[in-house]
């Protein structure tokens, strides 16, 4: 838990991925990191799989053409740990900052969307994965489990994270409530959709915010015009991947604390005053003394999840094998 009385300085990144090169857009993380630090910045929210790229391709090509650049994608992932993780915690142990990163997790043969935080010593706290890829998403990645539905405890307070629509699934957002989070860090993919996309988002967002008493950095991804281009020569196309970014950080009152980032490349910087917490808090804890848990309580279900079980053969003692599904893996949020 940060101290109450501390400001954290925060910042969302809003750049354009390297889509010719994995290693391009490290080097792109790596950098910003480097020149967030000389900012003063404790914590940093990348974009929704930043690295290697957001599958841009799959909102608007038919799933008989994505083979290709669904292929490239995979052979450019990367798995986690692995070299990645281990040059972003390098980054973030020598910044002493708080990274949160957005991958394409290679997983054998599956691809998932992938939420990484580091602490300021550069340890991997937390790795999770969207648990509903959206709409066309689903062509490209898995789908994740309740395992990651957590904050994680960093030099800068408590931390927890969603992915884009994510945001729109209630439960979701009440699991992380619960687990108390004093920082939210969303990802959202940017140049997608059009201006509607980047005003729900500062809807979302805000709400947020105001229900969970938190502060929210939500960092979205940006794409130039030639990137669009090298996307689809399709002009009329093209128009689908504009629009949507919106970069922001958002106070536990519902108040942008910098101006949202909606064109072009650049860090959103902000001083989160964490006494702003307990002032929201003191007034209206979802989780607290505005719950009713004997109306309402929420059931998590954390235990990763398994293609196989072991299962006991005739002289194997039975009691042995771990039961599935039971203790902190089956929380109940606000129990009776």
């Known amino acids: 838990m940060a101290d109450m009385k501390r400001t954290v300085r925060a910042a969302a990144a809003q750049i354009a991925p390297d889509l010719e090169s994995a290693d391009g857009t490290l080097a792109r993380v790596l950098e910003t990191i480097r020149d967030a630090a000389r900012q003063g910045v404790e914590l940093i929210v990348f974009p929704e799989t930043f690295v290697p790229y957001y599958p841009y391709f799959s909102f608007i090509q038919p799933p008989v053409q994505q083979g290709p650049a669904h292929l490239l994608l995979m052979e450019r ?4 740990p692995g070299p990645l993780t281990d040059a972003v915690a390098a980054a973030a142990r020598e910044a002493g900052m708080v990274v949160v990163l957005g991958v394409n997790e290679r997983d054998h043969g599956s691809l998932y969307n992938t939420q990484i935080v580091f602490d300021a010593d550069g340890r991997l706290l937390l ?3 969207k648990i509903t890829p959206t709409y066309h998403e689903r062509m490209v990645w898995g789908q994740g489990d309740g395992s990651g539905l957590t904050a994680v405890d960093t030099r ?3 931390v927890g994270a969603l992915a884009c629509w994510e945001h729109y699934n209630p439960l979701a957002r009440y699991a992380l409530m619960a687990e108390h989070e004093e920082i939210h860090c969303a990802q959202f993919p940017g140049s997608l959709v059009g201006p509607i996309f980047a005003e729900q988002m500062g809807v979302t967002i805000r709400h947020h915010a105001l229900e969970s008493g938190c502060f929210v950095v939500n960092a979205t991804g940006w794409l130039t015009d030639a990137q669009i ?3 689809t020569p399709d002009e009329k ?3 689908a991947l504009r629009g949507g970014c919106h970069t922001a950080i958002v106070s536990p009152e519902g108040r942008y604390l910098a101006e949202p ?3 072009g490349e650049g860090l959103v910087i902000a001083d989160l005053d964490m006494a702003l917490i307990q002032k929201r808090k003191r007034m209206m804890d979802s989780v607290g003394h505005y ?9 998590v279900r954390r235990e990763p999840n398994r293609t196989t079980r072991p299962w006991p053969a ?11 599904a039971t203790g902190p893996a089956n929380e109940v949020l606000n129990p009776l």
Not at 292 to 299: A, I, N, Q, V
């Open 237 to 239: 196309l093209q128009g």
């Open 314 to 324: 005739a002289d194997t003692d039975a009691s042995l094998i771990p039961e599935p």
């Open 156 to 158: 800068v307070g408590r």
């Open 77 to 80: 992932a990367p798995t986690v």
């Open 127 to 129: 790795k999770r994965r």
């Open 291 to 299: 719950a009713r848990p004997e109306l309402l309580s929420l059931t």
């Open 261 to 263: 980032l909606t064109e």
């Open 229 to 231: 281009r090298s996307v």
